[in-house]
């Protein structure tokens, strides 16, 4: 098994994870785009899902698979650290504490949604961003960027809204939430496409890879397969 981790690849996974750790602490803002009301989490996590496209496309899905759970575990840690700093005792210096919990504090529900939204999104993203690059023999990375973040995204939205607002909301309105983040979050990646085909072609260059998965195994389990 090679175990040399390329510095770039190394890079983006490290964008990757931070860029989903911050979606999910500014995603507690509401903002207002082009008159929707959105989480301001929409100003960053569409990178998560430039980066899986990129490091599926240069290093294929099984690279990618080791990135989506190592984001995964991080973001974890973070919550978890976000959680023991919210219920250890505040100093008598300290007078934030209710703000401090407003910003850091997820309900168990969206928590548990938003992990199980991030893993189906993430990897039905790397799925399709791969066999579509076999099925095209390497041409039109444009299309299956559109098409897998369509697919990823409407997955991720999906999930996250059933599970977190299920009996909460009626399902007219979750089909609402659902379309909008989805097309939101893919209007997003066509509008970054000039800059991502840039940065795919160069690093493809750079790394001198461009692998394409036949004959591998998609459990995203086999997280040892890299």
Known sequence: ???????????????????????????????TVAGIDVTAGL???????I???????????????????TGFMMNFMVV??????????????FHN????EL?????????VASFIAFLFGSFLNAYVMSKMKILQ???HFSIRAVASTIVGEGADSLVFFTIAFSGILHRHELM???????GLKTAYEILALPVTNYVVKRVKKHEKTNVFDNKISYNPFKIKDI
């Open 1 to 31: 098994m090679n175990k040399q981790v390329p510095v770039a690849y190394m890079m983006f996974g490290m964008l990757f994870t931070v860029c989903l750790i911050v979606a999910n602490i500014v995603g507690q803002k509401l903002i």
């Open 43 to 49: 100003l960053i996590f569409p990178v998560t899902y």
């Open 51 to 69: 980066v899986n496209d990129l490091i599926a496309e240069v290093w294929g899905y099984r690279k990618m698979r080791l990135i989506i759970w």
């Open 80 to 93: 978890l650290i976000f959680r023991i700093s919210i219920w250890a005792p505040a100093s008598k210096f």
């Open 97 to 100: 504490q209710q703000a401090f």
């Open 103 to 111: 910003i850091l504090h997820n309900t168990e529900r969206i928590t």
């Open 137 to 139: 023999h390497g041409r």
């Open 176 to 182: 609402i939430l659902i379309l909008t983040q989805t």
